[in-house]
């Protein structure tokens, strides 16, 4: 640049409007750096060039030139007087604004144009910008060439950008709607961009009032990335119209300027591939608004609306206001016109394109950005232009246009559901699209929608249903828990009845199990045989068939069951034996008394006929024809042969009426495979044959034994045994209740009638008395090997306080009787009641009878019955050592210290005072203190005068004569005593006279 110019020759000019006195101001003008790009087109365009080129050297500076026409004196004064206007109102910029985009990058911009050169220069004391000039120059360039040396205040992020102007420029077509200039090249040391613009054709089209120039454009794009060239071409659809502006809304002055009426133009652009049809685009929609040469600042596309100042981009005040309002009504018919254009051409297209268009061009409108810094208020007027129109010409998928009221958007799954109520559209891909259709009233059908159809019972056919849940499995994750909450608790699946139900209430059966399970839970045949559907309905609530569901319907109905349904009984058996189902304690065989469990059902046989005899639980010949059933109800234990526990049941239900030798024989025969339970049933049955021809419980019989006889003669029943195949059955019998030894309360009765009968009896009859003992004890011997044990006990303490012994003196209670001992005859002779009967050693000890002499009882037998009697008949008197036997024994017994202290005071008394002692010479009794016992003393001193008792006749009974006043030894006394009687008396002999003096 230094040799093309002599910076001498350029002179320093003083700047009319200060826009380049503050360099913080500008450089904050624009947001991206590139910005110079587009208004460096704009002035080309303006310049009438038919290209722009750009050299980029990011090192060092960018170079623009362009072919159009040169800088006069008019050009120059706009240079240097920004953002006051002065071009004409058809240009396309506005206020000349290019001259501060290129300070944002350079701080020297030089342009050189024809012969005029003007160079800005920063002042970095002052920081602002002086301009220089030269207008006439030696060198003449044909065009205008901008010098644009980059300053060192560019951050890395712009260089960046500065590095991809190529890639802008494609992003933003700026060659769309310029009236002159055709081409743009971009020039980097390793890359190029040349864009060229060519007019295809260009037609008329009206619409009501209007009328717009419809033009096709080519843009080719050439690139070169430094190994390859690419080249593609992209077709443009330009609607222009011209508006004719009223002169009310511009100021006189302003009006003056005009020479001829105001028009200003109104530009639409479409991309477009084929047939004059708009298709999506990756960039926005361009709704462009061409500014005049006076107005507009900043704006990314110009326009003709009037900004308010050079920050807004619109006024909406005064004449600037209504102008721009009047505008806006404009370009809204515009729209109008050109979506009218559109539906015309759409409409002549094949079904499918025209749906296929159609949807294209949604996509496109439902951008909804007008490529503009205008106002939110304009893009917002011109959305609503566009769904005025749309909202009453929507094509749906049929090709029909309609209302977008009548109108909706599902996935094409959905239509099926909703078909008969909406007409459909194709579902966008894109959710700006989704967004714009529902702002025009389209209605969008979702998933939630096709729920909420399930949960109102909408949908009653059974294969519209099918489907719906097919595709809610497909979309499984779009149910959120709302509805999937909602699925589960509302009546949307069909069950076997075809009737709706709620998942919870479904049941899933197996493909074997279909048709066997309660209908009204069971889920519908043809959902069932679906495993992806039936997988999903089971995340809803609904469950998988279990065995035993089956098992309990059938059990649940089996009542309504009979042998006209053999048929469907034969499924629920292959069923059960398919699946293993054995259940042997319900009622699930079918017979001919109804269902019973498998021990009570029996196939045909002759041996069960005859041993039950009647009410035989067989099953039906038609279910033992069929193998599987007989194979799976011999599984269950059914058999042609009889079960001892089914028998026994038999016989508690019909009893003694079918009581039989043969039934009883196999009960016999099978005692090993009873039961405890069968065995407790048969004692409570009245199954046992008695000699009276009676049936009778078992613990009501006894066998017909001489024991029993013996006790209880007819008190009982005997089980007879006069058949002799019955004594096979002893075993048995016992085993059921027939006990082997008599029970108590029987034992009991036996007992009180040997008693009654003793009291009747004449007590002369030794023989029956003995017989009669002879039961008691078979009786005592009974209880003591009984095992009722609690019985047993209270049966003993009962005897022990009744009259019941059979004694020497007729009844007694057991403990006031004696054992008939010798050795206690000796002592108690016959005066107390000994037992005549012989009894256990045991029963002894628990009926406390006495073994043992009472001293009391002996002393009272001495006093009563040997007294009494006052002397011993002569018959006994034969055997006179026997009798004093007897009595030294009664005396040795009573002299005992112990025994005579337990005697009572009377008894002592009269021991003392009774005639007790015997005498055998004299045969007679004597008072104890009358007597001596004999000495050779007492024989000389007393002689006949007094009586003794030999020593010899009672050697054990010394301590008794004692303690009952027998004199053993003599004394001074007694001898005195006996001198004074025997004095008194006047039979005095010398000689024992002599003797008693010496003694």
């Not at 008019?74 to 396309?92: A, M, S, V, W």
């Not at 109104?266 to 084929?274: E, P």
Request: with cysteine.
């Amino acid at each position: 640049m230094e040799k093309e110019f002599d910076e001498s020759k350029l002179i320093r000019k003083q700047i009319v409007y200060p826009a380049y006195q503050t360099t913080k101001r500008f450089h904050n003008l624009y947001t991206d750096v590139r910005t110079f790009v587009r208004e460096l087109i704009q002035n080309a365009d303006d310049a009438e060039a038919k290209s722009i080129v750009l050299n980029i050297n990011l090192s060092d500076e960018i170079t623009v030139t362009n072919d159009g026409r040169v800088f006069d004196s008019r050009d120059i004064e706009r240079l240097l007087t920004p953002c006051l206007g002065g071009k004409e109102l058809e240009k396309t910029g506005a206020m000349n604004l290019g001259a501060l985009s290129v300070l944002s990058i350079s701080d020297q911009p030089l342009y050189h144009s024809g012969k005029k050169v003007l160079k800005f220069v920063m002042d970095h004391e002052k920081e602002d910008f002086v301009p220089y000039i030269d207008e006439n120059n030696e060198m003449y360039f044909k065009g205008t060439k901008i010098h644009l040396p980059l300053h060192k205040r560019l951050s890395k992020e712009d260089i960046k950008k500065l590095g991809k102007i190529d890639e802008y420029l494609l992003h933003y077509s700026h060659l769309l709607f310029t009236i002159q200039l055709e081409k743009i090249e971009v020039n980097y040391p390793t890359k190029s961009l040349i864009l060229t613009k060519k007019i295809n054709q260009q037609k008329t089209h009206k619409h009501k009032r209007n009328k717009a120039l419809i033009s096709e454009i080519l843009i080719t794009e050439k690139r070169n990335d430094g190994k390859r060239n690419k080249i593609n071409t992209n077709k443009w659809l330009i609607v222009e119209q011209k508006i004719d502006i009223p002169k009310k809304y511009f100021s006189q002055k302003e009006f003056e300027s005009y020479e001829g009426d105001v028009v200003f133009p109104i530009y639409i652009a479409f991309k477009k591939i084929s047939g004059d049809i708009p298709v999506r685009v990756n960039y926005p929609i361009y709704i462009i608004f061409p500014s005049d040469t006076q107005f507009g600042f900043g704006f990314v596309l110009s326009s003709n609306f009037r900004p308010e100042t050079s920050r807004k981009g619109f006024s909406t005040e005064g004449l600037d206001g209504e102008l721009n309002n009047f505008l806006l009504e404009e370009a809204g018919n515009l729209i109008k016109l050109v979506l009218d254009y559109l539906k015309e051409k759409i409409s002549d297209l094949p079904l499918k394109k025209r749906i296929k268009y159609f949807n294209s061009l949604l996509n496109v409108l439902s951008y909804r950005k007008t490529h503009t810094s205008l106002e939110p208020y304009i893009e917002q007027y011109i959305l609503d232009n566009i769904k005025s129109f749309l909202s009453k010409n929507i094509l749906d998928y049929k090709g029909n246009w309609n209302k977008a009221k009548k109108i909706v958007i599902a996935e094409k799954g959905l239509w099926p559901f909703f078909n008969y109520h909406y007409n459909f559209i194709e579902p966008p891909s894109s959710e700006k699209l989704i967004d714009f259709l529902k702002s025009l009233g389209i209605k969008e059908l979702s998933i939630e929608d096709l729920v909420d159809k399930f949960a109102n019972k909408e949908i009653r056919n059974i294969e519209t249903l099918y489907k719906a849940w097919e595709y809610l499995s497909i979309h499984r994750d779009s149910l959120d828990k709302e509805l999937r909450c909602k699925l589960t608790q509302s009546e949307t699946v069909p069950n076997r009845l075809n009737r709706l139900s709620s998942p919870v209430k479904i049941i899933i059966p197996n493909e074997d199990a279909i048709g066997l399970y309660d209908p009204t839970k069971e889920l519908s045949s043809k959902f069932a045989t679906n495993e992806v559907l039936t997988s999903f309905v089971r995340k809803f609530g609904a469950r998988n068939m279990k065995k035993t569901d089956v098992l309990l319907y059938f059990i649940s109905i089996k009542s309504r069951l009979s042998v006209k349904n053999l048929d469907l009984l034969k499924k629920y058996y292959n069923y059960f034996y398919k699946n293993g189902i054995y259940e042997k304690k319900q009622k699930i065989v079918l017979t001919n008394m109804g269902f019973r469990n498998s021990k009570e059902a029996f196939f045909n046989s002759e041996d069960i006929v005859s041993i039950l005899k009647t009410n035989i639980p067989l099953v039906p010949p038609e279910l033992e024809k069929e193998k599987i059933c007989k194979v799976y109800l011999k599984s269950l234990g059914v058999s042609s042969e009889l079960n001892p526990s089914f028998v026994v049941k038999h016989l508690r239900r019909y009893g003694s009426s079918i009581v039989s030798i043969k039934l009883l024989t196999y009960l016999s025969d099978n005692v090993k495979n009873l039961t405890d339970h069968d065995l407790d049933t048969l004692k409570d049955l009245e199954i046992i044959p008695t000699t009276t021809n009676e049936f009778l419980r078992p613990s009501e019989c006894y066998f017909n034994t001489k024991k029993n006889q013996k006790i209880f003669g007819d008190l009982v029943h005997y089980f007879n045994l006069e058949d002799e195949q019955n004594k096979d059955f002893i075993k048995f019998f016992k085993k059921i209740g027939i006990s082997k030894y008599p029970k108590i309360r029987h034992l009991r009765l036996a007992l009180n009638q040997t008693i009654s009968e003793y009291e009747d009896l004449d007590k002369t009859s030794k023989k029956k008395i003995s017989s009669l003992v002879k039961r008691v004890e078979l009786i005592l011997d009974s209880v003591f090997k009984n095992k009722e044990k609690d019985e047993k006990e209270i049966f003993i303490n009962e005897l022990k306080e009744e009259p019941w012994m059979i004694t020497t003196k007729g009844l007694f209670k057991p403990k006031e009787s004696y054992l008939m001992e010798k050795k206690l005859i000796d002592l108690l002779g016959h005066s107390v009641p000994y037992t005549l009967i012989n009894v256990p050693d045991k029963f002894i000890k628990a009926f406390k009878i006495r073994k043992k002499p009472n001293p009391e009882d002996v002393a009272s037998h001495l006093l009563d019955f040997l007294v009494s009697k006052k002397k011993i008949p002569k018959e006994e008197l034969k055997n006179k050592k026997e009798i004093t036997r007897r009595f030294d024994k009664i005396y040795s017994y009573l002299g005992r210290t112990e025994n005579f202290e337990k005697l009572s005071h009377k008894t002592k008394k009269r021991l003392l005072k009774d005639k007790v002692v015997y005498l055998l010479e004299h045969n007679c009794f004597e008072v104890g203190s009358r007597l001596i016992m004999y000495s050779r003393d007492a024989e000389m001193i007393f002689g006949d005068n007094i009586r003794s008792i030999k020593h010899s006749s009672y050697p054990n009974s010394l301590n008794f004569f004692k303690l009952i006043g027998v004199k053993t030894n003599i004394s001074t006394d007694d001898i005195g005593d006996f001198l004074i009687q025997y004095i008194s008396r006047g039979e005095i002999e010398t000689k024992r006279l002599f003797m008693l003096y010496n003694l």
